[in-house]
Every structure is written in C-alpha cells, then in structure tokens.
C-alpha cells in the first residue's frame, strides 16, 4: 500500500507555500496492547527536552471504562527510513493525536497513556 505525507514549509503564513511530497509505504501492523480497562488517564504535554510542559490548549483528559486496542503501523519514508506510528482505538474509533507509550495495573484496571503533542 503506498501512499505520502505533504508538507509544506514557509517562513512566513502570508508568503508562499512550497509543497513537497514525502514518498512513505505502509508494510505492516502489530498488535502492541488489547483489553477492556477501567478508566484511562492521557497525560498531554509538550515535550521540551525531556521536560513536560502543559497547555490549556491540549489538556489532559480521563475517560472509561471501554475497550481499547493500541497498534504500530510499521512505515518506510523515502524508500529506507523506518518508523512506527502507534494508532489508539477506545470502543473502536481512532484516538486523534500521537501516543508514545502506555503502562497498564490490571490490579487497578487503570491505563496510562504517554501523549506529547510535539518536540522542542
């Protein structure tokens, strides 16, 4: 299945845009985690070199119970840059925004979820 990403770079939003297209290949899926939890806690942050930053604008949020699956999307970028992109689904619809990790307690049923909105 081929498809691409485009991005498009200016210095300035009134100037204009160039846009390039990224040639990307999806070759595969995984199963990282399945189950039905309690509750989940997203813990939202900017990351700025290691350090978790909070907006108001992307808050963390709670949700549950429910079924939650979570997978990796294996891509290859320009024909040899490999990279995963892990897909979050909650009672079957996709979870928008990117996940970096997860800890499960089937003690407490809780699921934690690592989600930073970017890197600086």
Request: hydrophobic share 35%; charged share 30%.
């Amino acid at each position: 299945m081929a498809d691409g990403y485009k991005v498009s770079i200016s210095e300035d939003a009134a100037q204009n845009f160039e846009t390039f297209e990224i040639p990307t290949r999806v070759v595969g899926t995984d199963l990282i985690w399945e189950g039905r939890v309690k509750k989940i806690k997203f813990d939202r942050y900017w990351d700025s070199h290691g350090e978790k930053v909070y907006w108001d604008d992307e808050p963390c949020w709670e949700v549950g119970p429910c079924n939650v699956k979570i997978e990796a999307e294996h891509r290859i970028h320009f024909e040899k840059l490999k990279m995963d992109i892990w897909r979050m689904y909650i009672n079957g619809k996709e979870v928008q925004g990117g996940i970096e990790g997860y800890k499960y307690s089937g003690k407490t049923g809780l699921l934690k979820i690592d989600a930073p909105f970017g890197h600086g």
